[in-house]
Structure formats: C-alpha cells, structure tokens
C-alpha cells in the first residue's frame, strides 16, 4: 500500500516538486546558521556593548521579542493559509525576510539608537523567517508518502545544514579571513562582518526561487479571503484538539526541549567567544563542524525515523542533547567544549527533523497549515524563556550557569515525550 501511495505521490508531485522543497532548507539555513546562530549573533554581542554578558543580555532580547510575536502569529497565520494557499504566504514571508536582513547590514554600532535599530530589525527578520517555515512544513505530509516521511524531512534538514555550511565557508573565504576582503569590501566598524548578511540575502532568495515556483497548494474553497473566517477555523481547531490528544502531549513536550535546543542555536557562538575566546575564524570554524555534524545526523536519523518512529527518535535525541549540555556548562578546556559541540552537532539535526515529521505524521488533511502553526507555536510560545533565563543568569553570575540552566528544559520535554503514543496519533489523523 506504501509503495502505491509512494509513487503515486510521485506521480502528482514530480521530482522537481519534492527536490525544490528541500533546497528551501538550503535556502533558509544561511540566516539560521550566519545570522541567528554564529557571526551576526556574536558581534552584535562584541560591538553593540560594552562587554560579552551585558551583550548576551541584549541579543536575548531580541530573540524573546521574535518569540512571542511568532506566538502570538504563527497559529493565526496557518489559518490564513488553509483557507487561502500557502505558497503565497511562503513568499511573502521570505521576501520579508531577504530584505531585513539586508537592511540588518547597515546599521552601525556608531549611529544613535543603534542596539534598537538592529533588534528591531533583526526581530522582523526572525519572524518573517518562522512564520515562513509555518508554510514550508505544511508541504511535507501533501508532498510525501506516509511511510517515507521521515526520511524525506531528514533530507530537507541535511540539505539544509549542508546549506547553513557553504554559505559558512563562503562568508570565511570572502569577508572573515582576508586581511583585505574580497570586492574592496571596508573593514570599519566591523562592516565586513555585517556584510554577511548581504551573503545571507542572496543566497536565500536565489535559492528559494525553486520553491517559489514548483510547489503548489492544494485546491481551496475559493471562498474570500477572511480574517474572520480563519480567526472561527482557528477556534474549530482549538475545539477539536481534544481528538488529537496525542498532538497535544507532543506539542507540550516540544515546548519545553526545543526552548533548550533554540537557545543553544542562539547563544552557542556567543558562548564559545565569551567563556572560551573564540576569534571570528574559530567560529565559523565551530559552525563548519556543528553543520556538518548536525547534517550527517539528519540524514541518516531520517531513514532510523522511518524504521524505529518520530517519537523514539526524538527521546534519544533530546537525552544525547542533554548530555552534551552538561559537558558543555562543565568543559574545563576547549577540547572539551569541542566534544559538546560535536554531539550537539549529530544530534541537532535528528531532533528538529524527527520533530518536524512526527507532527506531519499527526497532522489531519487540509489542515496541515493550521496544524504547523501550532507547531510553531508550541516552538516559541515558551521559547522567550531559554533566552531570557541564560541572559539574566550569564549577567548576574556567568555564561557558564546560563548554559547549564538549559538542563532543565531538555529533562522536562523529554518527560513529557515519553507519554506520547505514535500509533494513536497516527490513527486520529487518519494517515495510518
């Protein structure tokens, strides 16, 4: 039956549909990767204050405010998109996206009302980029056939992390490295760093260009758009998640450890150069190894999700992810530190494609927009609190205890996941 479904799948989707929705993940990666994660992070940090913890500090703000405004939309937003189409709203959101991160280039940390500014700016980057994903995602369980959901969705992460590597060494070769950067770019202000977000907008509109043109929605009502109309869907939804029980305990688990993971994506650059004296080579270094690891760990876990489950295998994700946690909040040395970051790395890409497949798994037809909003939601909801507990704590005692706090969110989620039942899920959605 599953290899009926599968080429059937095939047959309507085609290869040009399946393959330009996982360079999307090429795409995308270089602002998570560039901006969000490794350069852009870490020297706002170094030249936006006075010293690395006040730095933190702020960029957790940043972070915090994107969180709840992608709370607050991304539920809303998924509605909008199963009554209207999804593909549109993909495309609005990247293009939003690609040109605040361009703008994000030319603010100085010089100008008046600079650490503003480029939160501000930053902030409408990071909720255009997720609110994007809430539409990217809701491809996947139209586009794949149920028993090859895991791996189609590993596929998409690894490509992605190979994506967030390129643009990595491309940003290392031509801004970072050369005593004089390539293109007779200026080093002032730190202007070479900044640049790379102009890396990062290129290389995400040039290569979600596929996307934007092969994917297609499924056919709607044809009915006017509403606002109204999605806000009563949405209120439907809410009503009937009492059905979808399973879905619910895993979106509650989701809230607690992929706050953990978030905030280790957000904050692990700025941590290997405030407690381990990371230059800006060492970093993109350290993001070359956590990309290539996270992408091989991606791969192969898709095929290992297709085989043992979505739900086995994001526990052992989240207890590896614990475990390097703790190595890192305790690392007395960089080599140390090198081997939290390597399991980090594996087990990343693992966790965040497992995630993203079980919830397609769980997802009823026509409402996988509205569904993957929740989705989102369950990722940000709580998410201002990883951020918002390691800055507090990395200004108050050091990054070190800031770090380890994020212990807790993994040993929690991972709880909470251990109640979930797959197989009932599946069932409720109708997709078994």
């Known amino acids: 039956m599953h290899a009926a479904i599968s080429a059937q799948a095939m047959n309507r989707n085609g290869r040009w549909t399946i393959w330009s929705w996982c360079l999307y993940d090429w795409a995308n990666s270089a602002f998570t990767t560039l901006v969000v994660t490794f350069v852009y992070s870490a020297y706002f940090t170094a030249a936006f204050a006075d010293d690395p913890g006040r730095g933190t500090a702020l960029w957790s703000r940043g972070i915090t405010a994107s969180a709840l405004a992608i709370a607050v939309l991304a539920p809303i937003a998924g509605a909008l998109a199963d009554r209207g189409g999804r593909r549109r709203y993909l495309i609005l959101c990247s293009l939003v996206c690609v040109a605040a991160t361009v703008a994000l280039a030319f603010v100085r940390p010089s100008q008046p009302n600079a650490v503003v500014i480029a939160l501000t700016v930053f902030v409408v980057a990071n909720v255009a980029f997720e609110l994007g994903l809430v539409f990217y995602n809701a491809f996947l369980s139209s586009i794949a056939a149920p028993g090859r959901i895991g791996r189609l969705s590993g596929y998409g992460w690894g490509l992605g992390y190979a994506g967030g590597l390129m643009a990595l060494l491309a940003a290392l070769v031509v801004f970072v490295l050369p005593e004089a950067p390539l293109f007779g770019i200026p080093t002032e202000e730190g202007f070479n760093l900044r640049a790379t977000n102009l890396l990062v907008a290129g290389w995400f509109l040039l290569f979600a260009i596929p996307a934007f043109v092969f994917l297609r929605d499924d056919a709607v009502s044809g009915e006017r758009l509403s606002i109204r109309r999605a806000f009563g869907d949405l209120a439907v939804t809410l009503h009937h998640l009492r059905r979808y029980r399973q879905v619910g305990r895993f979106l509650l688990a989701r809230l607690f450890y992929n706050d953990g993971l978030v905030t280790i994506f957000a904050f692990g650059g ?135 706090s994020l212990l807790v969110f993994f040993l929690v989620g991972g709880l909470i996941l251990r109640r979930v039942d797959e197989r009932e899920g599946i069932a409720a959605a109708g997709r078994s």
């Open 270 to 404: 700025i941590y290997a150069v405030g407690t381990f004296g990371f230059d800006f080579t060492e970093l993109i270094t350290f993001g070359i190894v956590i990309n290539v690891g996270a992408g091989l760990g991606a791969l192969a876990f898709g095929f290992i999700d297709d085989r043992i489950g979505g739900r086995a295998t994001v526990g052992w994700s989240v207890a590896a992810l614990a475990g390097a946690t703790l190595i890192g909040a305790l690392a007395p040395s960089r080599e140390w530190f090198w081997v939290s970051a390597i399991l980090v790395g594996v087990f990343a890409g693992p966790n965040q494609s497992a995630s993203r497949s079980l919830m397609a798994r769980f997802v009823p037809a026509k409402h996988e927009s509205e569904f993957f909003g929740f989705f989102a939601f369950s990722g940000k909801v709580t998410s201002f609190l990883g951020p918002a507990l390691l800055g507090v704590l990395s200004d108050v005692y050091s990054q070190r205890v800031g770090v380890a």
